[in-house]
């Protein structure tokens, strides 16, 4: 049901933001959507998730009219502001989204329609589990405004999904995928690598099997284990072996190999997309630091330099929304230097990369090292004035912020 949210200051039963808060109209404004809800738990699952036996009193049924009562509140309180924008990008996320009719998902984006408006070319994404795309599913989201479908794929090898705990058959992305494409929808896959008992000739398989689907987009994101989830007690247990770091940098090394070959490019450490109108932009917007307000139980908003976040359980979400009340759990404003590390931690994982005035005098001193021990780029950073990895420096990317915060 996800690590626990952060402490910060109470936020008012309205929701308004500070009174010194100023928001800019010019600075992009994305909007997420959390769908929390699960047929099962993956065993490796850390997000802010629940089945249907730990949803106490929640109904699903009634999902999108809650929501949409916060749609209302946020439309108000960027109101008082001057910051009410139209949308550049709608996300949502869970959670399975179309675990929902896909006629609530529609009525929520209707409503950002009605509060916000949605700009003309924006990006709509659902994701989805394979098993809960139909074509009459992608059809009524491409007819509500859905321009791409994010399909969890993780694995196509049997043994590899029932590691995560993933219950959908291999043979059900190809049939998603394919409804998606039907419908007029841009595709992404997700992958995870690094499960228990995955070889490396298994990642193989996994990788031409999702570059076979032509997709617009890959994800490709190394196993973390996560306190508190199935896995961790597993491998604590010794039921299962821990990830191996080694083996994780050879699957990444033949994910950039064969992804590059297939015709894409990287463009976030763990992202590569066909060209760069494919993109997700949703996501870029959160590692550039544009606003966004994120919708559902323990959602995170970040808007005009304010961060908030809301309640966990759906439950509790909606009784505060039912007695007219902001569902936000808290909020904080970091200072100038918080902002200027979590800008480096996030723009240095860009292929764009960090321009180096951003960065202070020590971490500017810290680049003739880095391009020496072939972890940052050296053209790049000498003529182009910017911090962008070599694939080194991507399987060291923690390493490379470390040198250029201390």
Not at 24 to 52: E, I, K, M, Q
Not at 359 to 386: F, Q, T
């Amino acid at each position: 049901m996800g690590s626990a949210l952060p402490l910060g200051e109470p936020v008012p039963a309205d929701g308004s933001l500070p009174a010194d808060v100023r928001v800019d109209a010019g600075t992009d404004f994305g909007v997420y959507l959390h769908v929390p809800f699960c047929r099962v738990r993956c065993g490796y699952c850390d997000f802010n998730t629940y089945t249907s036996s730990e949803l106490r009193g929640t109904r699903q049924d009634e999902y999108a009219d809650t929501l949409l009562r916060e749609v209302r509140l946020a439309e108000a309180v960027l109101a008082r502001t001057g910051g009410n924008r139209p949308a550049t990008t709608v996300f949502f996320g869970g959670g399975t989204p179309t675990l929902l009719p896909a006629g609530d998902l529609a009525r929520m984006l209707g409503g950002i329609r009605e509060a916000f408006g949605v700009v003309d070319g924006a990006e709509v994404t659902v994701e989805a589990n394979p098993d809960t795309v139909t074509d009459a599913v992608a059809a009524e989201l491409a007819a509500a405004g859905v321009t791409r479908l994010s399909i969890g794929m993780q694995s196509a090898v049997p043994h590899v999904l029932a590691a995560l705990d993933r219950t959908h058959e291999p043979a059900n992305v190809v049939a998603a995928v394919r409804a998606a494409r039907g419908a007029g929808l841009d595709v992404s896959v997700d992958l995870i690598y690094g499960a228990p008992g995955e070889s490396l000739e298994d990642w193989r398989a996994s990788l031409e099997a999702a570059i076979g689907l032509q997709p617009d987009h890959v994800s490709a994101y190394a196993l973390i284990i996560e306190d508190g989830t199935k896995l961790a007690r597993q491998i604590r247990r010794g039921e299962v072996e821990a990830p191996d770091d080694d083996l994780q940098a050879d699957m990444y090394e033949l994910a950039d190999d064969l992804l590059v070959g297939a015709g894409f490019q990287w463009y976030e450490v763990s992202n590569w997309a066909r060209e760069d109108s494919h993109r997700s932009r949703h996501n870029l917007a959160y590692w550039t630091g544009a606003d966004w307000w994120g919708f559902g139980p323990g959602a995170h908003s970040h808007i005009a330099g304010v961060r908030f976040w809301n309640v966990k359980h759906p439950a509790a979400y909606a009784q505060r929304l039912a007695a007219g009340e902001s569902p936000a759990a808290a909020r904080e404003t970091p200072d100038a230097a918080a902002r200027a590390l979590e800008n480096v931690l996030l723009r240095s994982r860009l292929r764009d990369g960090l321009p180096v005035s951003e960065l202070l005098g020590e971490g500017r001193h810290a680049v003739a090292a880095l391009i020496a021990d072939g972890l940052v780029d050296g053209p790049a950073a000498v003529r182009g004035g910017r911090i962008v990895l070599t694939r080194r420096g991507r399987l060291l990317a923690d390493a490379v912020v470390r040198a250029l915060t201390e």
